[in-house]
């Protein structure tokens, strides 16, 4: 399973405006191919339906549905918090939170990272301090797995920005989930993922054995 890349969506149904279903199919309609599932709150057999619902909507469009916490939830993608578990749970796709040196030194068989916070975001204010593009460059050039830049992402500027620092791909929650349109927000950010990614990688990224390295003369 490739590692994720472009536009990633991370869901969160109290800042949605409309169903997190409705919202994820917008959002697919809009090129999105990867979802993460949060809700970590729900019961589990409320978790495992909306999970059997996204992925039936990532299927129509061939995307996936990524399961944030050990549990995949009947499928075979998992999120996993700076935190733990050590060792990941051997399935086919882990991801790992991520935020610094350290965190990046830990990693073992994961394929891919989120590094975060690039930006102040509004889902979580105070977390930080922000990464800035140059603080991701950095941080990605220490990575040994591809980069999905997280938080405070909500513009096409922001997305070309973390492209050109490296990044495989951008993770953004509150610029889709309380998008009067998501297709349109999707759109736009995908749009701009695509100009950056055709400008610094001749050839698109798309291994997990591989990463997008920054230019050097940027």
């Not at 409705?22 to 589990?44: H, N, Q, S």
Request: hydrophobic share 40%; glycine share 10%.
């Amino acid at each position: 399973m490739p590692a994720p890349t472009g536009v990633v969506v991370l869901t969160d149904r109290r800042e949605a405006r409309k169903p997190l279903a409705e919202v994820v199919a917008g959002a697919a309609a809009g090129g999105v191919r990867w979802v993460v599932l949060r809700e970590k709150d729900l019961p589990r057999p409320e978790r495992l339906a909306l999970a059997a619902e996204l992925r039936a909507i990532l299927a129509e469009v061939g995307g996936t549905l990524v399961v944030a916490g050990p549990d995949p939830l009947d499928g075979d993608a998992v999120h996993l918090p700076a935190a733990g578990p050590y060792p990941p749970p051997v399935v086919g796709l882990v991801g790992r939170s991520c935020h610094d040196e350290a965190e990046l030194a830990r990693l073992t068989t994961e394929h891919y990272v989120t590094l975060s916070p690039v930006w102040p975001t509004r889902t979580k204010p105070g977390y930080g301090p922000p990464l800035h593009p140059s603080g991701l460059r950095r941080l990605i050039r220490r990575s040994p797995v591809p980069v999905l830049a997280l938080g405070g992402i909500e513009t096409p500027e922001q997305v070309s920005a973390c492209v050109e620092a490296g990044a495989a791909g951008v993770a953004v929650l509150g610029v889709i989930m309380r998008a009067d349109d998501p297709t349109t927000a999707a759109t736009a950010l995908g749009s701009a993922f695509t100009e950056a990614a055709t400008t610094v990688w001749p050839t698109p990224h798309v291994s997990v054995d591989a990463r997008p390295r920054p230019r050097e003369n940027q």
